[in-house]
């Protein structure tokens, strides 16, 4: 049985690997973009910059926070260290705060992905809702996206002296930590009444909601329109000529890089997220296991990039030096 002080070193040098990656790796796409993008990306390509930005941002705040999730009944809370940190116990707070507002922005460039690609396939979806201020509006999405998701950890899962208190002992037995060498941000869904009842955490069912429509919308976004965009790419490579065939490869090789984008975060983010929000909901101990949840968020921004750089014509012959 592995220790936990063993299992927290594999996690730092998960974090550091993983955001040491990510950014290289992102940084690297986005010169690919810049200087070795198809002709018929248009704006498509501001987009994938875009995405590789937030990325980059949030593999350097995941190196800087070292952020690990723990479990404990129907409580879930993220920490980092701050003994020997410059970065004090309230600091640190803020920090893992705008730290998922920056993961909640990836999880609505996801949808924002899917939306914007459906509109390049079909030309009066384009015309109806990504034009003008419409395109617009849909760039800010995850702005908002990331603002609404780190008020939500401001105002509802702050710490408290009756969170100090509630989490000492399971923290100590659990992960070996005292709860005074610790920033962290708490999720708690029940408490005990006086008579040893369970009773709902009414602030805490309100802060996940937010972030449970934040993320729902983002799947039903991947989802609806990526069925709709392989209908209509499927479509159009059937009765593409000649003529189009460059255009029609390009959609063809994005959609196949969309597809791989799809499933990546499936697995390393949406998944255990997932698992990590419902199990305490439902009173199911995880314990110190649900930090596997932060080892697989940090490898997504090094593993997205990859789908693109290889499958991508103009990025792969570039990369093999053709």
Same mark, same amino acid.
């Given at each position: 049985?592995?220790?936990?002080?063993?299992?927290?070193?594999?996690?730092?040098?998960?974090?550091?690997? !993983?955001?040491? +990656?990510?950014? #290289? /790796?992102?940084?690297?796409?986005?010169?690919? =973009?810049?200087?070795? %993008?198809?002709?018929? *990306?248009?704006?498509?390509?501001?987009?994938?910059?875009?995405?590789?930005?937030?990325?980059?941002?949030?593999?350097?705040?995941?190196?800087?926070?070292?952020?690990?999730?723990?479990?404990?009944?129907?409580?879930?809370?993220?920490?980092?260290?701050?003994?020997?940190?410059?970065?004090?116990?309230?600091?640190?707070?803020?920090?893992?705060?705008?730290?998922?507002?920056?993961?909640?922005?990836?999880?609505?460039?996801?949808?924002?992905?899917?939306?914007?690609?459906?509109?390049?396939?079909?030309?009066?979806?384009?015309?109806?809702?990504?034009? !003008?201020?419409? +395109?617009?509006? #849909? /760039?800010?999405?995850?702005?908002?996206?990331? =603002?609404?998701?780190? %008020?939500?950890?401001? *105002?509802?899962?702050?710490?408290?002296?009756?969170?100090?208190?509630?989490?000492?002992?399971?923290?100590?037995?659990?992960?070996?930590?005292?709860?005074?060498?610790?920033?962290?941000?708490?999720?708690?869904?029940?408490?005990?009444?006086?008579?040893?009842?369970?009773?709902?955490?009414?602030?805490?069912?309100?802060?996940?909601?937010?972030?449970?429509?934040?993320?729902?919308?983002?799947?039903?976004?991947?989802?609806?329109?990526?069925?709709?965009?392989?209908?209509?790419?499927?479509?159009?490579?059937?009765?593409?000529?000649?003529?189009?065939?460059?255009?029609?490869?390009?959609?063809?090789?994005?959609?196949?890089?969309?597809?791989?984008?799809?499933?990546?975060?499936?697995?390393?983010?949406?998944?255990?997220?997932?698992?990590?929000?419902?199990?305490?909901?439902?009173?199911?101990?995880?314990?110190?296991?649900?930090?596997?949840?932060?080892?697989?968020?940090?490898?997504?921004?090094?593993?997205?990039?990859?789908?693109?750089?290889?499958?991508?014509?103009?990025?792969?012959?570039?990369?093999?030096?053709?």
């Amino acid at each position: 049985m592995i220790s936990f002080e063993n299992w927290k070193s594999m996690l730092i040098y998960s974090q550091w690997i !993983g955001g040491t +990656l990510g950014v #290289i /790796f992102n940084l690297f796409l986005i010169l690919l =973009i810049i200087y070795r %993008s198809p002709q018929h *990306l248009g704006v498509y390509k501001y987009l994938m910059m875009y995405i590789s930005i937030v990325q980059t941002v949030f593999s350097i705040l995941d190196v800087i926070s070292k952020s690990i999730t723990f479990s404990y009944g129907s409580v879930f809370m993220g920490f980092r260290y701050f003994k020997h940190s410059n970065i004090g116990r309230a600091q640190g707070f803020h920090l893992l705060s705008v730290h998922g507002g920056t993961f909640g922005a990836i999880i609505s460039l996801f949808g924002v992905h899917f939306v914007y690609r459906y509109g390049v396939v079909d030309l009066a979806f384009r015309k109806r809702f990504l034009s !003008g201020w419409k +395109l617009v509006l #849909i /760039f800010l999405t995850p702005i908002l996206a990331f =603002i609404w998701w780190t %008020s939500v950890v401001l *105002l509802c899962f702050g710490p408290s002296s009756e969170s100090d208190s509630l989490m000492r002992i399971s923290l100590l037995q659990g992960c070996d930590t005292r709860i005074e060498d610790i920033s962290y941000f708490i999720v708690q869904y029940h408490s005990l009444s006086e008579f040893n009842q369970l009773s709902p955490v009414w602030s805490t069912f309100f802060g996940m909601a937010c972030i449970w429509i934040i993320t729902s919308s983002s799947i039903f976004c991947v989802v609806y329109f990526g069925i709709k965009c392989y209908v209509k790419i499927t479509k159009a490579l059937k009765n593409s000529k000649m003529s189009s065939f460059y255009t029609k490869s390009i959609q063809h090789q994005l959609f196949v890089a969309l597809v791989f984008q799809t499933l990546i975060p499936l697995i390393l983010m949406y998944g255990p997220a997932g698992i990590l929000f419902s199990c305490p909901m439902l009173n199911i101990e995880v314990g110190v296991w649900s930090s596997f949840v932060s080892a697989t968020i940090v490898i997504y921004p090094a593993v997205d990039p990859l789908p693109t750089m290889f499958i991508v014509e103009s990025y792969r012959k570039t990369i093999l030096c053709k």
